[in-house]
């Protein structure tokens, strides 16, 4: 290990910046954010380093052997390799602390890529050998560890000092630190529910023996591809201690969940219900009871046909935490990779989600309502109701001839897209024997696909 990753204590103390460029800005940018009282040598200066002084001064001209007595720390950003040694050279000789700018063999310390969760840090060393592949890597970080894990570093602070009055074994508390983390109230605090937090802490604290309260995440895993997540969604996941997942869940998103996580199927599909829904809302309430992570995760959005709004309903009710966490509905997933806009300025100027979900072979909608010809319609679960559809479409005044899709499996590299007629749909999807899960696409914008598709398998 050639650096010891360290954190210096700048704040209000004096700091000398040699060079006056966007390199020196930047550097002045992380010295300010430190609360650094910053120096600045330069012939030029640009307006915005000047502004970040605080309460330094701007020395005007070349470096010439100023003395480097009193600083806590010399950062160099010129192009001029000579000076840049000759400034290190005589930090050094102090000795100071020294950082010169893309050049690890005059430094004493490197600054890190960070990722800036004040007052939680992270930083990325490659000890200078590459400041990309540093940067790629605090680029990653940034998506795992959203902003909010400041504000739960800052809740952890302020009880540190009672839990240490409470708990004097150094292995017992640390125990107690991790229960902590691995209970509701990180999430908590990320959802901005610090009273709940505290509630929950609470318990911990004067129970050490009790799981805490539990929390249900109903969660979007979008129409299919793993990828589609949301970094929320995918971080929720693998807190869940319990996984109730439904039918339409994508093929390897279930794999992303924590591998010792207890899974439950309780997908629904017709004529099969694998757990009425009054169970699955006992299943969150029971689970959630035990002081559980739970995680509803649902194919789509949790509130398009999800029956998210039930499922919370019983949770409040219950006085449950819970958060939502939305996903890329299938008519956007379908119609993106189908190459099908869902919108488009010349062809519809408005589009309407339908259920297409059939009860005792019936599909009571308002179709009357749905004639209007530059209005893309889509059907979800609407495969069973296909003749249904097509042929009340027609009954009300819609064409023939409109361009119909039926996509199966969007976003995955099993999806096919199926383009016809009202028409001639029917037959066509019997000579491919498509199958759930699909979507059907109704409207002049199925036109486009022809020339807009661009997702192949």
């Given amino acids: 290990m050639r650096y010891l990753p360290a954190g210096l204590l700048l704040r209000g103390r004096r700091v000398l910046l040699v060079g006056g460029g966007d390199i020196a800005t930047r550097k002045a940018s992380l010295l300010h954010k430190a609360g650094a009282v910053i120096d600045v040598i330069a012939i030029e200066a640009n307006p915005a380093l000047l502004d970040l002084l605080g309460g330094g001064e701007h020395i005007s001209g070349p470096w010439s052997g100023q003395s480097l007595e009193g600083y806590s720390a010399v950062v160099v950003a010129t192009s001029d390799r000579e000076v840049n040694r000759a400034v290190s050279e005589a930090a050094q000789h102090i000795p100071v602390p020294v950082n010169v700018v893309d050049d690890p063999e005059l430094c004493t310390f490197i600054i890190p890529a960070i990722v800036d969760r004040d007052p939680l840090l992270i930083g990325i060393l490659s ?12 680029s990653t970080l940034e998506t795992q560890f959203p902003p909010q894990y400041g504000h739960l570093a800052e809740f952890l602070s302020t009880e540190r000092e009672r839990v240490a009055d409470a708990i004097s074994d150094v292995e017992e508390r640390r125990r107690f630190w991790e229960q902590v983390l691995d209970s509701s109230i990180p999430q908590l605090i990320f959802s901005g529910n610090d009273q709940s937090a505290k509630e929950t802490f609470e318990v911990l604290l004067n129970d050490r023996d009790h799981r805490g309260r539990g929390a249900v995440y109903l969660i979007g895993a979008g129409p299919g591809d793993p990828d589609l997540m949301t970094f929320k969604a995918l971080r929720l996941l693998q807190r869940a201690d319990v996984v109730l ?5 994508g093929e ?3 794999d992303l969940a924590r591998r010792d996580a207890e899974k439950i199927y309780v997908g629904k599909q017709a004529a099969e219900h694998s757990l009425p829904q009054s169970e699955i809302n006992d299943a969150l309430l029971r689970y959630a009871r035990e002081g559980k992570c ?13 029956r998210g709004g039930e499922e919370i309903a019983e949770l409040m009710r219950a006085g449950v935490d819970f958060e939502v966490v939305p996903g890329i509905t299938a008519a956007s997933g379908a119609a993106c990779y189908a190459g099908i806009p869902l919108t488009h300025r010349d062809h519809a100027q408005s589009v309407r989600f339908v259920t297409g979900h059939t009860r005792n072979f019936e599909l009571n909608l308002p179709w009357e309502s749905m004639t209007v010809p530059s209005e893309t319609l889509v059907f979800y679960m609407g495969l069973a109701g296909l003749s ?23 976003t995955t590299r099993e999806q096919r897209v199926i383009a016809g007629t009202l028409a001639t749909i029917e037959d066509l999807v019997a000579q491919n024997n498509l199958q759930p899960p699909t979507l059907l696409i109704v409207g002049d914008v199925v036109t486009l696909r022809e020339d807009l598709s661009w997702f192949s398998v």
């Fill in 127 to 138: 000890s200078g050998s590459s400041p990309v592949l540093a940067r790629r890597i605090r």
């Fill in 245 to 249: 997942y439904d039918r339409l869940v």
């Fill in 252 to 254: 390897g998103i279930l």
């Fill in 294 to 306: 739970v995680a509803r995760l649902k194919g789509g959005d949790p509130f398009i046909f999800g």
């Fill in 388 to 410: 249904i559809i097509c042929r009340e479409l027609q009954r009300v005044g819609r064409a023939a001839s409109t361009p119909i899709a039926v996509v199966e499996k969007a």
